[in-house]
Nanobody, 111 residues
Framework: QVQLVESGGGLVQAGGSLRLSCVASHSLFRLLPVGWYRQAPGKQRELVANITSGGSTNYADSVKGRFTISRDNAKKTVDLQMNSLKTEDTAVYYC?????WGQGTQVTVSS
């Protein structure tokens, strides 16, 4: 059973920053792409960013230039640095690996 444990969510004012972190238990983490998704109330879950085993990254247009995804294969972690946060970034953020999901961490951006 693969476990993904997120941390780092919270309440922040618009314009502020947060850093999310996800620790994975998969033994082959270093070989797998991993990503962050988010789901706002009443909306579908959407991709925020992902990163391949080789370090190539992909971002949703809405977060390009503001968010940065990174991974540490030795620690089996994937982080999401979120800067210049907007109220529309408010959502539950989920770590995703293969078919597995973390429990989610709430990010709330106030105006």
């Amino acid at each position: 059973q693969v476990q993904l444990v997120e941390s780092g969510g919270g309440l922040v004012q618009a314009g502020g920053s947060l850093r999310l972190s996800c620790v994975a238990s998969h033994s082959l983490f270093r070989l797998l792409p991993v990503g962050w998704y988010r789901q706002a109330p009443g909306k579908q879950r959407e991709l925020v960013a992902n990163i391949t085993s080789g370090g190539s990254t992909n971002y949703a247009d809405s977060v390009k230039g503001r968010f940065t995804i990174s991974r540490d294969n030795a620690k089996k972690t994937v982080d999401l640095q979120m800067n210049s946060l907007k109220t529309e970034d408010t959502a539950v953020y989920y770590c995703h690996l293969i078919t597995f999901w973390g429990q989610g961490t709430q990010v709330t951006v106030s105006s």
